[in-house]
């Protein structure tokens, strides 16, 4: 740390609450279909598992949207009066992506498509 090379971690958690309307619980598992249409059907039976719905609740367009909005908002004002950087976690690959393509509709300018940064 004394050379710079290494920094302090902060972990700061951030809860978004997973609301689930009723009318939407089809919407879910037609994207579930969807997700899953080109598996072998033992293979697509064993993804229906808990965490598979789990992620389709977790992953939902809605809720990302409030998701980078929060995180956009909250780092703007923590840079306002503390450098750093910031690392988001996500339950999978895909809401990562997803949610990466939600802050960069907010932030167009953060995205960069050189792979050297």
Sequence with gaps: MQDGATVPIYYEARLAKIVLIESERPTIDAEFEELTEIEEAG???????????????VGTQKRLELIAKDIVNHFENRCAVQEGKGMIVCMSRRICVDLYSEIIKLRPDRHSDD???
């Design 115 to 117: 792979e050297k940064l």
């Design 43 to 57: 293979k697509k039976e064993k993804l229906k598992s808990r965490r598979a719905r789990l992620e389709a609740m």
